[in-house]
């Protein structure tokens, strides 16, 4: 199964401000997010991330696709799509293999990437580098016990000022 982790991030690797605001996220990122999103069978994510995937306009082009959330809280939805776990990432992957799901994109917050890469469940990373410097911020990964080496697969160009870069984890 490919187990894809896709994020957009200050140069300087903040995927949000301090309190989760991700204003300096451009069309060009949301539009690309929108279609990496398409491109997988199946989208997890943080129970914050989804709040804020559900308030952009491109949230209604993914609405209709397969989307677990990861929360330790209750999460009222009423998508049909879209299911509320609070269990270990290799236990979800695990059950997810079993049903035959091919590709996943796991996309945020820190925590949630953090566990996904100590788990030693990423193939591939992919970022989108925004123009912009962020004092402060969440940063893309929490702290945790992890490291991974990484061949840079590609590069490509999203707008003027944005680039994405695609990395492949080296196992």
Sequence with gaps: MDVILYMAMSVNGMIARPQGGVDFLTDAEWKSYARAVKGTDCLIVGRKTFEIMRS?????KIAAKRIIIFSSKPLHHDMPT????NDRPARVIDALKKEGV???LVAGGAELNASFMKAGLINDIILDIEPIMLGSGIRLFADSDFEARLELIGTKK???NE????YKVKK
Excluded: M
């Excluded at 952009?56 to 209604?60: A, M, P, T, V």
């Design 56 to 60: 952009h306009d491109e949230f209604s």
């Design 82 to 85: 879209v299911a509320v776990v």
């Design 102 to 104: 091919a590709s996943v």
């Design 158 to 160: 999203l707008s003027t």
């Design 163 to 166: 680039i994405q870069l695609h």
